[in-house]
Antibody, heavy 123, light 111 residues
Framework: EVHLVESGGGLVQPGGSLRLSCAASGFTFDTYNMIWVRQGPGKGLEWISYAANTASGSGVYYADSVKGRFTVSRDNAKSSLYLQMNRLRVEDSATYYCVKGGGSGTSSSFENWGQGTLVTVSS | QSVLTQPPSVSGAPGQRVTISCTGS?????????VHWYQQVPGTAPKLLLFDNSHRPSGVPDRFSGSRSGTSVSLAISGLQAEDEADYYCQSFDKRLRVWVFGGGTKVTVL
């Protein structure tokens, strides 16, 4: 059974940094694309980052809203996905979900979701 | 505004059939990218409901079905049940923006 467990969320001041982690189990991590999706309080879902699997070249992609501030990385040996978030803004406050991709590339579905970790950016 | 447009809410009585539309454009749904649907029960993480327009993952009841036409897709829920009360999101890829995109979500209320 697929398990995705996020950690690292919390309260941070505007301009600060936070690193989210996602521990994956139940599948061969390095063969799947991994994604970060966030959901602001009372808002809809927003895709923010995509880390391709090894076979696809391990490329990384970002939404414009986080490009240049957030960095996604993966440690296939540890079956873990990370999101380094710098220069945080109030509007980055959200629940952040780690997601295992289904299918491939642009047709990827977001197949399995973690329970999410809450990030609050406030002074 | 979301790239994919969904109605904010739909409602129906138990046993009825409801449909949720998801309208895109020639750079996403109209460009033949796969569309996927997610169900989010309040207070929980989203769950994949349909993938590749109309395919159900294991465990999803066949009351849920998907269809596609031009730049729009639809999710139908037949035999509506109280447990179907949730938010539903469509998702695809946009080739002009080069990003994965979601609809704004539709809240389904069972009367």
């Amino acid at each position: 059974e697929v398990h995705l467990v996020e950690s690292g969320g919390g309260l941070v001041q505007p301009g600060g940094s936070l690193r989210l982690s996602c521990a994956a189990s139940g599948f061969t991590f390095d063969t799947y694309n991994m994604i970060w999706v966030r959901q602001g309080p009372g808002k809809g879902l927003e895709w923010i980052s995509y880390a391709a699997n090894t076979a696809s070249g391990s490329g990384v992609y970002y939404a414009d809203s986080v490009k240049g501030r957030f960095t996604v990385s993966r440690d296939n040996a540890k079956s873990s996905l990370y999101l380094q978030m710098n220069r945080l803004r109030v509007e980055d406050s959200a629940t952040y979900y780690c997601v295992k991709g289904g299918g491939s590339g642009t047709s990827s579905s977001f197949e399995n979701w973690g329970q999410g970790t809450l990030v609050t950016v406030s002074s | 505004q979301s790239v994919l447009t969904q109605p904010p809410s739909v409602s129906g009585a138990p046993g009825q059939r409801v449909t949720i539309s998801c309208t895109g454009s020639s750079s996403n749904i109209g460009a033949d990218y796969a569309v996927h649907w997610y169900q989010q029960v309040p207070g929980t993480a989203p769950k994949l409901l349909l993938f590749d327009n109309s395919h159900r993952p294991s465990g999803v009841p066949d009351r849920f079905s998907g269809s596609r036409s031009g730049t729009s897709v639809s999710l139908a829920i037949s035999g509506l049940q109280a447990e179907d009360e949730a938010d539903y999101y469509c998702q695809s890829f946009d080739k002009r923006l080069r990003v994965w995109v979601f609809g704004g979500g539709t809240k389904v209320t069972v009367l």
